[in-house]
């Protein structure tokens, strides 16, 4: 997979992982504080899941190559690990995923499309909702279906709500992520072809040179 | 003891805390401290983090309220016993996991995870990240100036159009300072497909930490089969 890629590709590989990697560390770091994860598990996500994926995707406009979308959330991914405060198997898991999903979608594809990028950026970012749910298992046990079962009872109570809205919610709840994901790829279609022609470079899309 | 014993721990830590329950989960939160304390002190310090106490001690707060009938009354709040044991299991897993995690990164540098990927054959793998490792700084700085500039101009009084402007100006910069690093590296040669690996020499304490963690595998085999 990478033993066609030459230098430049590397360096680009490199700097959009850094880019990630400035985000979810700067913005998630503050995000993470003002909304603490046990206390919130949309907004936090759904931004930094969002974000991320305009930036991978944009630089898969720079290094049209299978495999580059996955290496971009791989060096993010190994930033967020070994950034200050930052040894969390949680974001590690979720950059890894957010990158493999929108590779899936990109390799099949030889040249970028923008159904791909959008498609791509969408699986992503809907990835936070069961990334949730299945992190939580592995890291607390059989013994949190419980509890999660036990909130949904309680909370529909409360509220006065049949529990089955519990479904309706979390559809709603992945929607809007999809949306945002969507967003998300569409964003990072226009953003690279916009960048592309500041620079004069080829538009990978069109193969069309730049003004 | 070199970084391919802490990821050999890392491995091995990670699969046991998921597979194993009981007084077997607080043996195993026993040997990665004594492992932590022996090989890596620095890791430790992941222990006086308030954040990774929230996410432990959220589970033992919360499961004597949430899981099984109250049959116990502590202070005013009857709870559950079964909670309680159930709430105590979820903290030790979260512990244990999280830890083993901590051992493995903490004890990589960047120059070891450069070196552990050109051994695995991804050198490029391995220039990429110390490159974006090295380039946070810069891109920050180059991102505040963009913003700083686009504010100076008056460029705030269109949102969209200042969004779409610091976007555009900020990756455009990046590859060009990409331009730089590749050229950089074309004039000293540099090639990620060529060269000579970097060596991450095995020490006899990894071997020694092998045969301790195939024993032990074979002593939680051996008790979970009886």
């Known amino acids: 997979m990478v033993a066609d890629y030459t230098v430049r590709d590397w360096v680009t590989v490199g700097l959009f992982g850094a880019l990630w990697a400035a985000v979810e560390v700067t913005l998630g770091s503050y995000l993470h504080v003002v909304f603490p994860s046990q206390a919130n598990t949309f907004l936090t996500g759904t931004v930094l899941g969002g974000i991320g994926v305009a930036v991978a995707l944009t630089g898969r406009h720079f290094v049209a190559k299978r495999g580059s979308v996955l290496l971009i959330g791989v060096v993010t991914a190994l930033l967020k690990l070994l950034s200050p405060g930052g040894a969390l198997l949680g974001p590690f898991v979720a950059i890894v995923a957010e990158s493999a999903l929108m590779e899936a979608v990109l390799w099949p594809v030889r040249a970028p499309r923008r159904r791909a990028f959008v498609l791509g950026g969408a699986l992503a970012v809907a990835w936070n909702l069961p990334h949730k749910f299945i992190m939580m298992r592995l890291m607390y046990g059989k013994g949190v279906v419980e509890v999660f079962t036990k909130i949904v009872r309680d909370g529909s109570q409360v509220l006065g709500l049949d529990p089955a809205a519990a479904w309706l919610i979390l559809a709603v709840l992945l929607l809007i992520r999809l949306a945002v994901g969507g967003i998300g790829g569409w964003g990072a279609w226009r953003l690279g072809r916009a960048v592309a022609r500041r620079l004069g470079r080829r538009d990978p899309a069109t193969n069309a040179p730049g003004r | ?226």
């Not at chain 2, 077997?24 to 310090?45: D, I, M, N, Q």
């Not at chain 2, 200042?162 to 040669?189: E, K, P």
């Not at chain 2, 990620?192 to 071997?207: E, F, K």
């Open chain 2, 1 to 226: 003891m070199s970084p391919w014993g802490c990821l050999l721990f890392t491995g091995w830590a990670v699969p046991a805390a998921l597979l194993v329950d009981g007084r077997w989960l607080a043996g195993l939160a026993l040997g990665e401290v004594a492992f932590g304390l022996v090989a890596r002190p620095r890791a430790l310090r992941l222990l006086r983090r308030p954040r990774f106490w929230a996410v432990i001690l959220t589970a033992v707060a919360l499961a004597p309220f949430l899981v099984g009938q109250p049959d116990v009354r502590i202070g005013p709040f009857p709870v559950s016993w079964e909670g309680l044991v159930a709430g105590l299991e979820m903290a030790g897993r979260a512990f244990t996991l999280a830890l083993a995690v901590g051992l493995g990164v903490a004890s990589l540098s960047l120059s070891d995870l450069v070196a552990v990927f050109d051994r695995l054959g991804l050198r490029g793998l391995g220039f990429a990240t110390a490159l974006a490792m090295n380039l946070l700084r810069t891109l920050h700085e180059m991102a505040a100036a963009t913003l700083w500039t686009i504010w100076l101009r008056g460029g705030m009084r269109r949102p969209w159009t200042a969004l779409r402007l610091f976007l555009v100006t900020s990756v455009a910069n990046t590859l060009r300072y990409g331009d730089d690093v590749v050229n950089a590296a074309s004039v000293r040669a540099f090639d990620p497909n060529a060269g000579a690996p970097a060596t991450v020499a095995l020490r006899r304490a990894d071997l020694a930490l092998l045969a301790t963690l195939l024993a032990c595998t074979v002593a939680l085999l051996t008790a979970r089969v009886h």
